[in-house]
Structure formats: structure tokens, C-alpha cells
């Protein structure tokens, strides 16, 4: 079992940036995959974000945020970060971070095991 803490969100203008942070607890953070999902708003589909593999040297994005966003982890810390630059409006959500024990990377929220409470990214144009 993990348990997810996300902070680091907050309000931002349009073109600025933040970097999300989510902290692990438990053991063995270092065999889940991890990943990045947000919400626009309660009863939207949870939208993926970004994936990242059990040592870190494999990534997925979507084209909505390929260039401008990225994941990194720290296994000795028990953290995974997302930073994301050049925000746009569009990026306002609440952002979840979660965690998958398997091994490959998924884009879909059902394939992942544990998730933190969200953390809200406001950003205003």
C-alpha cells in the first residue's frame, strides 16, 4: 500500500510556471509507475498528463503538454515531481498524482492502484 500527497499547485498567469511535487509513503516507491492525471472540473473525464517508468528513464506525454511539461522522480526521496512551463488557461485543473504496480506505462486511470487527493492549478490569462 502508498499513500499520495500532491502539493504545490496553486494561481499562476498565463505563460508562467509551477512545479508539482507528490510524496510517497510506504515501501518500495520504486516499484510503481507513476503518473499525472487532472480534471477540469467535477464529472469531466480525469485527463492524463504524464507517465513515468519504475527508474525513471521512460516518459509518456500527450501533445497537449509534449514540450511544456515534465515528469522526474526521486526514488531516494520518494517523489515525483511534474514540472510545467509556458502554462495556458487550458491547464487549469485539479492534478492528481497516482501510482501503478505493474510494470508498463498506462494512460488510463482504471490501470492505476493509488491515487493522492489533487492538488488545484489556476491558471488565469
Known amino acids: 500500500q502508498v499513500q499520495l500527497v500532491e502539493s504545490g499547485g496553486g494561481l499562476v498567469q498565463a505563460g508562467g510556471s509551477l512545479r508539482l511535487s507528490c510524496a510517497a509513503s510506504g515501501r518500495y516507491f520504486s516499484n510503481y509507475v507513476m503518473g499525472w492525471f487532472r480534471q477540469a472540473a467535477p464529472g469531466k473525464e480525469r485527463e492524463f498528463v504524464t507517465?513515468?517508468?519504475?527508474?525513471?528513464?521512460?516518459?509518456w506525454y500527450p501533445d497537449s503538454v509534449k514540450g511544456r511539461f515534465t515528469i522526474s522522480r526521486d526514488n531516494a526521496k520518494n517523489t515525483v515531481y511534474l514540472q510545467m512551463n509556458s502554462l495556458k488557461p487550458e491547464d487549469t485543473a485539479v492534478y492528481y498524482c497516482?501510482?501503478?504496480?505493474?510494470?508498463?506505462?498506462?494512460?488510463?486511470?482504471?490501470?492505476?492502484?493509488?491515487w493522492g487527493q489533487g492538488t488545484q492549478v489556476t491558471v488565469s490569462s
Open positions: 497516482a501510482a501503478d504496480s505493474r510494470y508498463r506505462l498506462h494512460m488510463t486511470p482504471p490501470n492505476y492502484d493509488y
Open positions: 507517465t513515468i517508468s519504475r527508474d525513471g528513464s521512460n516518459t
